[in-house]
């Protein structure tokens, strides 16, 4: 069965500092891959998506992704994280025919 | 464009109740899926319906069932329910089958379920 794993649970950075959560997935055929945010109180939002094409994938509010199949990796990336950054990051794939898996999340607290 | 809308927003229940949560998705969008989300597992899916089927089913007990009306309206129903069912479920619409096909998935925002 497909998995997801995001080995960092709570990220802690300060405002201006560079951001990047990683994510790995394992092993299968064609594989969709997914960034979501979820801000305090809010609903969970996609942040960006890699189907097919150019590995490093442009989302909202300045973040990106890039996928490396060589490494079953697609870490996330911001290069300078704000205050309202704060929230609860998902990477999420779907591998085949398979179902949509999450991995368990990665808390990120900027402090101002 | 009306996002996809969950009812109720919370609900109280007591061990062995049962309950039926509500999902209206995107206008146009004809996949529902199910998440349940908590602290310890994290988000797990439950099913996905496409045009009143289930297309894919998680690894949870029968008690959490669930069913697509032809308007792509979905109910999910959780019977004898535990403490451990408490939790935030979690609707998600998408314009078609969503494995395979890069379809995005559009949440709502979630039903807060506790059992006491």
């Known amino acids: 069965a497909q998995s997801v794993s995001q080995h960092n649970h709570h990220v802690i950075l300060s405002e201006a500092a560079s951001l990047e959560l990683g994510c790995n997935y394992s092993?299968?055929?064609?594989?969709?891959l997914f960034w979501y945010v979820q801000y305090p109180g809010q609903h969970l939002q996609l942040l960006l998506k890699y189907f097919s094409g150019d590995p490093l994938v442009k989302g909202i509010k300045g973040f990106e992704a890039e996928f490396i199949k060589s490494k079953f990796s697609f870490n996330l990336r911001k290069p300078s994280v704000q205050w309202s950054d704060t929230a609860e990051y998902f990477c999420?794939?779907?591998?085949?025919?398979?179902?949509?898996?999450f991995g368990t999340g990665t808390r990120l607290t900027i402090i101002p | 464009k009306a996002g996809v809308t969950q009812t109720p927003r919370y609900l109280i229940k007591t061990r062995g109740q049962q309950v039926t949560l509500s999902c209206s998705p995107i206008s146009g969008h004809r996949s529902v899926s199910w998440y349940q989300q908590t602290p310890g597992q994290g988000l797990q899916f439950l099913f996905e319906y496409f045009s009143e089927t289930q297309r894919n089913k998680g690894n949870f007990p029968g008690r959490f069932s669930g069913r697509q009306f032809s308007n792509s309206r979905s109910e999910m129903n959780v019977s004898t329910l535990e403490l451990g069912d408490s939790a935030l479920y979690l609707c998600?619409?998408?314009?078609?089958?969503?494995?395979?096909?890069?379809?995005?998935?559009?949440f709502g925002p979630g039903t807060r379920l506790t059992v006491l």
């Open positions: 092993y299968g055929g064609t594989v969709n």
């Open positions: 998600a619409s998408s314009l078609g089958v969503l494995a395979g096909l890069g379809n995005e998935q559009f």
């Open positions: 999420a794939v779907v591998i085949g025919n398979e179902k949509l898996t």
